[in-house]
């Protein structure tokens, strides 16, 4: 009994963890695919959801750090779930293996390919429908998104990389 008892809550934890990774990759796919006309231009009543995005869009390279972020603690959650699930029922010999086979299949087309196709495919609409939940998350993770921002733009102005290397990708 136990067991079920420890099996449900997690399947169900990995569940809304990998709906949140589909979220972070959607929303990366759609935002970053926009084109600056249309995020400045569209839709022309100026609605909280457009300027939201706007703001995100002003600051390429802390969106995409928060995205990163947010997507790497949830898949690093999903990971050590599966892998406690999976110790719990294999023997530790195969237990890595299974685990990492079945995260990777799990994460891979569930939580970045799938959503990444949704996010191209509706950019316009997903952009805006996320836009306002990613600001939250911006602020929810604040000191740890700006803490990962200031240092991926030192080391890579130390290899002498271009700390604004997302805004070429933002303009058409």
């Not at 947010?70 to 195969?94: K, M």
């Amino acid at each position: 009994m136990s067991t079920y008892l420890f099996l449900v809550p997690s399947l169900i934890a990995v569940v809304i963890l990998l709906s949140l990774s589909a979220f972070f990759s959607s929303s990366e796919s759609a935002i970053f695919s926009l084109p600056d006309e249309w995020v400045e231009t569209t839709p022309e009543d100026s609605t909280r959801d457009s300027r939201t995005l706007q703001q995100l869009r002003a600051n390429p390279h802390r969106l995409l750090v928060t995205l990163l972020v947010g997507n790497n603690l949830v898949n690093i959650a999903i990971t050590s779930i599966i892998t406690l699930l999976v110790a719990r029922f294999v023997p530790p010999g195969f237990a890595v293996v299974i685990a990492t086979l079945s995260v990777s299949v799990l994460i891979l087309v569930f939580g970045e390919i799938v959503p990444k196709s949704y996010g191209l495919g509706h950019a316009e609409s997903w952009s805006l429908r996320v836009a306002r939940p990613i600001s939250y998350v911006e602020r929810a993770l604040g000191p740890l998104v700006a803490l990962f921002d200031t240092v991926t733009r030192w080391l890579t102005t130390l290899i002498g990389g271009d700390p604004h290397v997302e805004k070429p990708y933002l303009d058409d």
